[in-house]
């Protein structure tokens, strides 16, 4: 159905940002509850952030909160994540979703389609 590319990891040094970007295609993203989640080495994957269809409501971690933004472009079919004030401990490989179900659900297993993920790595 809808395949998903993210772009944007990097290395970058604890305080300072990053903005990683999902591209869409196959499918409008207009129809999609769309999420970002991280995996880290050794660990299982955790919720990060997730946006309704239209844009107007969010939801984030607790880890992550008033540090990171998701934010979406349907024209662009394009959707964000602004992170700022960068941690050692967000070191992950960060991976876009998309959620066929209106509900804002942050449960990995509730997202059907996954991009391959992109590595972000912050040095302390």
């Known amino acids: 159905q809808v395949q998903l590319v993210e772009s944007g990891g990097g290395l970058v040094q604890a305080g300072g940002s990053r903005r990683l970007s999902c591209a869409a295609s196959?499918?409008?993203?207009?129809?999609?509850?769309m999420g970002w989640f991280r995996q880290a080495p050794g660990k299982e994957r955790e919720f990060v952030a997730v946006?309704?269809?239209?844009?107007?409501?969010?939801k984030y971690a607790d880890s992550v909160k008033g540090r990171f933004t998701i934010s979406r472009e349907n024209a662009k079919n394009t959707v964000y994540l602004q992170m700022n004030s960068l941690k050692p401990e967000d070191t992950a490989v960060y991976y876009c979703?998309?959620?066929?179900?209106?509900?804002?659900?942050?449960?990995?297993?509730?997202?059907?389609?996954w991009g391959q993920g992109t590595q972000v790595t912050v040095s302390p």
């Open positions: 979703a998309a959620n066929t179900h209106f509900l804002m659900y942050t449960d990995p297993a509730r997202f059907g389609s």
């Open positions: 196959g499918r409008t993203i207009s129809g999609y509850t």
């Open positions: 946006i309704s269809r239209s844009g107007g409501s969010t």
